[in-house]
């Protein structure tokens, strides 16, 4: 942001170069408007140092974000995704398809359809493990 001094400077020279005096009603206003120049030159600068330590703290906030997701998903990652199997079934009264989690089937529990509110049975084939069949 230096080039803005350095642009504001320039045109002050260029002012006492002409010999432009403060006491005319010109010279006022170029002097008015050369200080206005170098005020909002002080304020940009200030946006911009403001601006740079924002970014800094967005990066740093960032990093720190990334640090908790690394932790809270990778214990996520670390348990057997084939946890919690799903089946897709379409609603007897709706007819829309919704997934049903094989656990609650298993222990036999009423499930509604989340859509009509309605009961579903679903009748679930045989895994033809001994758990469960005679062979």
Do not use: W
Not at 10 to 15: H, Q
Not at 33 to 52: K, T, Y
Not at 56 to 68: I, R
Not at 96 to 114: A, F, H, I, M, S
Request: charge should be negative; charged fraction near 40%.
């Amino acid at each position: 942001m230096e080039y803005l001094y350095e642009r504001v400077a320039y045109l002050r020279g260029l002012v006492e170069g002409l010999g432009i005096e403060e006491s005319t009603k010109e010279g006022k206003v170029i002097a008015n408007i050369i200080e206005v120049l170098g005020d909002f030159a002080d304020a940009i600068n200030e946006l911009n140092e403001s601006q740079e330590e924002l970014d800094e703290y967005v990066e740093a906030l960032d990093e720190d974000l990334a640090n908790v997701e690394d932790e809270l998903f990778d214990e996520e990652d670390d348990e057997d995704e084939d946890d919690f199997d799903f089946i897709e079934v379409e609603c007897p009264h709706c007819n829309e398809y919704v997934y049903l989690d094989e656990e609650v089937l298993d222990k036999g529990e009423e499930v509604l359809c989340p859509n009509c509110h309605e009961p579903i049975e679903v009748q679930m084939d045989c895994c033809h493990h001994d758990c469960c069949c005679d062979d």
